[in-house]
């Protein structure tokens, strides 16, 4: 995997025209982790991915080689993942159903939380599923609950975090819908 995302991040930042010094900028990780994450020398952690996905403008799946597919199948076992810094979220990704979306499945072990996540592009959304256990989605100055079964959709366009507000390990769907 971090042979496709080197070489998807070189792309892309190619083709939007911009130097390691300006996706610095955007995405708040420095340019000599970025030259190193490009040349494959350094696997970023799942916050630098995050943020590097959105300073490009593209899902963090289409770095990691999920392509958008007529009929898209994702086996059990077949999920890329990747792990918080802290050893904390699981992050699953699933499917690219359409072009600007992602579906990912996290599991958040009791007492821990998944990001802060940067911000998203203006008009993004992300909407939650609980399989199991309570969430708390902090979001600007949105705070929602949320437990097994609920749903929710929440504009992301400020930073944000999901805790852990539970008793058990949590897992939820999300699916992350950007603007066209």
């Not at 080689?65 to 990747?82: H, K, N, Y």
Request: negative net charge; aromatic residues 4%; hydrophobic residues 40%.
């Amino acid at each position: 995997m971090e042979k496709i995302f080197s070489e998807a991040v070189r792309r892309v930042r190619r083709e939007r025209g911009l130097t390691l010094e300006a996706l610095a900028d955007r995405s708040g990780v420095s340019r000599a982790a970025l030259s190193k994450i490009e040349r494959g020398e350094r696997t970023p952690s799942l916050a630098n991915a995050l943020k590097i996905a959105e300073a490009l403008a593209v899902p963090l799946a289409e770095l990691i080689g999920q392509s958008v597919e007529p009929v898209s199948v994702t086996r059990a076992g077949e999920t890329q993942r990747m792990r918080q810094d802290d050893g904390g979220a699981l992050r699953e990704a699933l499917l690219r159903p359409y072009h600007g979306t992602e579906m990912v499945k996290y599991t958040i072990p009791v007492g821990s939380h998944a990001g802060p996540f940067p911000a998203h592009e203006s008009g993004t959304r992300e909407a939650f599923v609980v399989m199991d256990g309570e969430i708390e989605i902090q979001s600007g100055d949105h705070v929602v609950t949320l437990a097994t079964g609920d749903a929710a959709a929440v504009p992301v366009h400020c930073s944000h975090t999901i805790v852990n507000a539970g008793k058990v390990d949590e897992v939820y769907l999300l699916l992350i819908g950007r603007p066209r």
